[in-house]
């Protein structure tokens, strides 16, 4: 269990790091778009992963610790002031943002990519601040895209001067810190990930 203090100490380097990424998005849900039909339509909620820490989970879909379904999670976008655009089409890079609850002050989170050196996946997690987060976009059909610029199926590896989007979302049952949920993931490169309960999705923003 937190103590105040800790819970102030938290709060207080989320605002510190959150200075930068300052111009905050109207709340939205997550959406997933899916040929698989269970989970088309579904939305994200953040799910308990640790001290602070959440995943982001499918709000409908039962799993060891999570068996029922959950209302979805609202979330923002923060960009900064003098944001840097490679791409109007792809949209401007920022975070993704939500506010964790506490019994005394609400805590700004973002999303940072968790990688696992033995798999081909990084999970998404919700942490406090913005000292380590993802740069991530919404396109103009809002849906959500990590970008970049060097080809790297070229022999060698250039940079292109060219801002790609890549959209390699998944969703699957996923182990992490002793919490195994249907979360949001994202693909380590262009084939399919070798957990064989991922299943290709989209992901887009619908404000609320």
Same mark, same amino acid.
């Given at each position: 269990?937190? =103590?105040?203090?800790?819970?102030?100490?938290?709060?207080?380097?989320?605002?510190?790091?959150?200075?930068?990424?300052?111009?905050?998005?109207?709340?939205?849900?997550?959406?997933? !778009?899916? #040929?698989? &039909? !269970?989970?088309?339509?579904?939305?994200?909620?953040?799910?308990?992963?640790?001290?602070?820490?959440?995943?982001?989970? +499918?709000?409908?879909?039962?799993?060891?610790?999570? %068996?029922?379904?959950?209302? %979805?999670?609202?979330?923002?976008?923060? =960009?900064?002031?003098? $944001?840097?655009?490679?791409?109007? !089409?792809?949209?401007?890079?920022?975070?993704?943002?939500?506010?964790?609850? !506490?019994?005394?002050?609400?805590?700004?989170?973002?999303?940072?990519?968790?990688?696992?050196?033995?798999?081909?996946?990084?999970? /998404?997690?919700? &942490?406090?601040?913005? @000292?380590?987060?993802?740069?991530?976009?919404?396109?103009?059909?809002?849906?959500?895209?990590?970008?970049?610029?060097? #080809?790297?199926?070229?022999? /060698? $590896?250039?940079?292109?001067?060219?801002?790609?989007?890549?959209?390699?979302?998944?969703?699957?049952?996923?182990?992490?810190?002793?919490?195994?949920? @249907?979360?949001? +993931?994202?693909?380590?490169?262009?084939?399919? $990930? @070798?957990?064989?309960?991922?299943?290709?999705?989209? +992901?887009?923003?619908?404000? +609320?």
């Amino acid at each position: 269990m937190k =103590t105040a203090t800790s819970i102030f100490s938290l709060a207080l380097a989320a605002a510190t790091n959150a200075q930068f990424y300052n111009e905050t998005s109207r709340p939205f849900n997550l959406v997933l !778009t899916s #040929d698989n &039909t !269970t989970i088309n339509g579904q939305t994200l909620s953040a799910c308990h992963t640790g001290a602070a820490l959440e995943s982001l989970c +499918v709000s409908g879909i039962g799993s060891v610790s999570k %068996p029922n379904p959950i209302a %979805p999670t609202t979330f923002n976008f923060n =960009t900064s002031t003098d $944001p840097f655009t490679p791409n109007a !089409t792809l949209g401007t890079p920022g975070i993704l943002t939500w506010t964790l609850p !506490t019994s005394s002050v609400g805590v700004p989170s973002s999303v940072y990519f968790n990688y696992d050196p033995t798999t081909d996946i990084a999970l /998404p997690i919700l &942490t406090p601040g913005s @000292e380590r987060p993802q740069s991530l976009a919404f396109d103009e059909q809002g849906r959500l895209n990590v970008q970049g610029y060097i #080809d790297w199926t070229a022999s /060698p $590896p250039n940079a292109t001067g060219t801002t790609v989007g890549y959209y390699r979302w998944y969703a699957c049952q996923t182990y992490f810190s002793g919490y195994s949920y @249907e979360n949001l +993931v994202w693909g380590l490169g262009a084939g399919k $990930p @070798e957990n064989p309960t991922c299943v290709s999705v989209g +992901v887009k923003r619908v404000f +609320v």
